[in-house]
């Protein structure tokens, strides 16, 4: 055992190569046999496959349910105030919404890791008419593993992600792309 460990570490090219392989390895078996999760066993959201449900208060503190949308595509848009990319992209959200009134737009505010009343100023301040609900306990966050803002999914009237873009501001060119993309989808 002695003389293998001598000889490979005299020829670190040897042990590297073998370290990065069981390294390879050891990431295609954990990405195949153990698929994304969040916690409570449930996929982690991708395209393809059903859009975690939500429930979580409006403006106004009534409770609304993603599922409440279906029927029509829905873009879920997750932001906070204090995120400068998301408001860069917020005015852009509200042009496009504008321009398409079949499509539902979601801004989800991040409120367990914002501050609601800054939100609702911001919003106030920038003229912003969407439909925002408030995760104030980030069950929703959690559920969809935001991991960073703004988030963005694209949704079929069925509630099937279609799409999704971590990462932002998106521009008013990126969103019609995406929303040209799944109205395409649904005429089918």
């Known amino acids: 055992m002695s003389s293998l460990l001598s000889r490979l570490t005299s020829r670190p090219k040897i042990l590297g190569a073998i370290l990065i392989s069981t390294a390879l390895i050891w990431i295609g078996v954990t990405t195949v046999l153990i698929p994304p999760s969040v916690p409570g066993g449930a996929s982690a959201p991708r395209p393809g496959f059903m859009a975690p449900a939500?429930?979580?208060?409006?403006?106004?503190?009534?409770?609304?349910?993603?599922?409440?949308?279906?029927?029509?595509?829905?873009?879920?848009?997750?932001?906070?105030?204090?995120?400068?990319?998301?408001?860069?992209?917020?005015?852009?959200?509200?042009?496009?919404?504008?321009?398409?009134?079949?499509?539902?737009?979601?801004?989800?505010?991040?409120?367990?890791?914002?501050?609601?009343?800054?939100?609702?100023?911001?919003l106030a301040n920038n003229g912003i008419t969407l439909q925002v609900l408030f995760d104030t306990q980030g069950l929703a966050s959690q559920k969809y593993q935001i991991n960073g803002l703004p988030t963005t999914f694209f949704l079929d009237s069925d509630g099937i992600i279609q799409d999704f873009v971590i990462g932002g501001p998106l521009s008013e060119t990126e969103l019609e792309s995406h929303l040209e993309a799944l109205i395409k989808g649904n005429e089918r």
């Not at 106004?60 to 029927?71: M, P, V």
């Open 54 to 122: 939500f429930e979580l208060p409006d403006q106004e503190g009534s409770i609304r349910s993603l599922a409440e949308f279906r029927g029509s595509p829905v873009i879920v848009n997750f932001w906070a105030s204090w995120c400068s990319p998301c408001k860069a992209e917020m005015p852009a959200l509200e042009r496009v919404q504008k321009r398409h009134p079949d499509i539902m737009f979601l801004a989800v505010n991040v409120t367990s890791q914002d501050d609601q009343a800054a939100a609702l100023q911001f």
